[in-house]
């Protein structure tokens, strides 16, 4: 495989760059929820994180092209508040197509009060928000690249630990993250009926 760079991707970039993280998502999580409500919204999405004082967003790219990423976020309830205000009209756009879809408005609840949901052992509430690699990639290394420009990133910022919330099915997930070193911490569910695990992630030089 051609060689990949890492990139922190900022609100300023070309728009494309963010059409290809949405392009990503929506192949690598097709019944997501979030692929419901378009890839203009997706694009929208991660051009705000990338822009974000509460997340960060870094792309693997091959020959220019983004080919995975991975969301770094430090609070996702202010997240989720800076968004919705700063983004009104993509945001109104995508919930008009679900007017008629009680199950889909649920899932925005749940989606919603996540943050709250607790453990019996404290978390930080520094987390991975999202973590993609194009099919055509994976098991190519570029899932362990991103993991550690993530893991650089939180230890500049001074973070310690780090929250992982993948899905109970994930059986490669899991056995990635435990690979790194994460311990897991519990299981919540996040939808209805989707259980979920919960990893910690402890930072080289977090005591």
Excluded at 81 to 98: T, Y
Aim: aromatic fraction near 10%; glycine fraction near 10%.
């Amino acid at each position: 495989m051609d060689e990949v760079r890492i990139a922190r991707l900022e609100r300023g970039d070309a728009r494309g760059r963010f059409e290809e993280c949405a392009r990503i998502h929506a192949e690598v999580i097709p019944g997501g929820f979030l692929v419901r409500l378009g890839r203009r919204f997706l694009s929208v999405l991660y051009r705000h994180l990338a822009g974000s004082r509460h997340a960060f967003l870094i792309a693997a790219l091959r020959r220019e092209e983004v080919v995975g990423f991975i969301v770094g976020c430090e609070d996702t309830r202010r997240l989720y508040r800076e968004f919705l205000l700063r983004n009104p009209f993509p945001v109104a756009c995508a919930m008009a197509g679900l007017v008629f879809s009680p199950s889909a408005w649920k899932r925005v609840y749940e989606t919603w009060r996540y943050p709250s949901q607790k453990l019996e052992v404290e978390l930080p509430g520094n987390e991975i928000l999202n973590f993609c690699v194009a099919t055509k990639c994976q098991g190519k290394g570029v899932g362990g690249i991103l993991f550690d420009a993530l893991c650089e990133e939180f230890q500049q910022r001074e973070v310690k630990e780090v929250r992982i919330v993948t899905g109970g099915e994930q059986k490669s997930a899991h056995r990635f993250y435990e690979a790194k070193g994460a311990l897991l911490a519990g299981e919540i569910t996040v939808h209805s009926g989707a259980v979920s695990r919960v990893y910690v992630h402890r930072l080289a030089g977090g005591e």
